[in-house]
């Protein structure tokens, strides 16, 4: 298979919507498995609690196990705190256990509460991964935990299902990026709309994908994921999509939907 190109930089994305279920966590494993099985180096640091990214990467995330938390508090690299994936040598993960529950109370004491992940992304903490991309899964909430996610990364990808509903809540996401980029991180740039869980079938998932090119334009990938039962089976084999079940729709768009990336991020 073709290998896709390569990045002119790092590129370091935030996955976030406030809302829950819309498929961030997918999405992160899922384009960051289509990225690395063509040869990019990819790191996904699960950045929510609950550690669904961890577990369709299929890492450790007993308690524990260092952990993003720890890289949080400045006490584990987030080198030391990476595991590879056994669904590529290219995949690596920096797993969220059940201590980051707290963290977004403890996080409001501390010393540089905004940036604590900025800090941890560092050159020298990347020197053996050299990750081409880096995928932050967030929780379903615009706390701590994801403004952390904004200040340490360049792009923000937004998934939006394709559903009733489905731009509820994207003004508040806005204008936080709004915020982040005044305050914060100047560079933040809302590259990347994903449409998600499409369903062909209804008049409303056309409607509602419509709307949203209408008002992003070219942010907005061509690929649309389809609702495809082999995802949502997946991450309980502890799989991405890819590696679960390759010919899948699922799969298929996936890795279309990263190949689009691939191609817009790439190296002139
Ligand atoms: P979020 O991280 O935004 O909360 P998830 O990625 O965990 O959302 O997705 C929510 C649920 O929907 C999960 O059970 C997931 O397996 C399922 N899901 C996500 N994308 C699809 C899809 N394209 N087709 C079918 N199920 C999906
Ligand atoms: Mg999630």
Redesign the pocket.
């Known amino acids: 298979d073709k290998q896709f190109p390569k990045p002119s930089h790092r590129r370091v994305f935030t996955i976030a ?1 406030q ?9 992160a494993v899922n384009l960051a498995a289509g990225l690395a099985m063509h040869g990019l180096k990819v790191l996904v640091i699960d950045l ?1 609690p609950q550690g ?1 990214a961890s577990t369709a990467l299929g890492v450790d995330r007993r308690s524990g196990t260092p952990s993003i938390y720890e890289v949080l508090l400045g006490e584990v690299s987030l080198k030391d705190a990476s595991q590879v994936s056994d669904q590529s040598p290219n995949l690596w993960c920096v797993p969220a256990t059940i201590d980051l529950a707290g963290a977004e109370i403890e996080l409001v004491e501390m010393h540089g509460r905004e940036s604590r992940l900025k800090a941890a992304l560092t050159d020298e903490a990347f020197d053996e991964l050299g990750p081409d991309y880096v995928f932050i ?1 967030c929780p ?1 909430s615009l706390g701590l935990l994801t403004v952390n996610a904004m200040v340490a990364a360049q792009e923000v990808l937004i ?1 939006i299902q394709c559903e009733y509903y489905a731009l509820e809540g994207l003004s508040q996401l806005l204008k936080n990026i709004d915020l982040v980029q005044k305050h914060l991180n100047p560079d933040l740039d809302l590259s990347t709309i994903l449409l ?2 499409y369903d062909g079938r209804t008049k409303l998932a056309d409607q509602v994908s419509a709307e949203v090119r209408q008002h992003f334009g070219d942010v907005v990938l061509q690929t649309v ?5 082999k ?2 089976e997946a ?1 309980s084999f502890g799989q991405t999509v890819l590696a679960y079940d390759p010919g899948s729709r ?1 799969a298929m768009s996936y890795l279309d939907a990263s190949r689009e990336l691939a191609e817009r991020g790439a190296a002139e």
């Open positions: 919507n809302k829950g279920g819309v498929g961030k966590t997918t999405s929510d669904n899964d379903p998934p998600t869980m994921i389809p609702r495809n039962v995802v949502s991450p699922g």
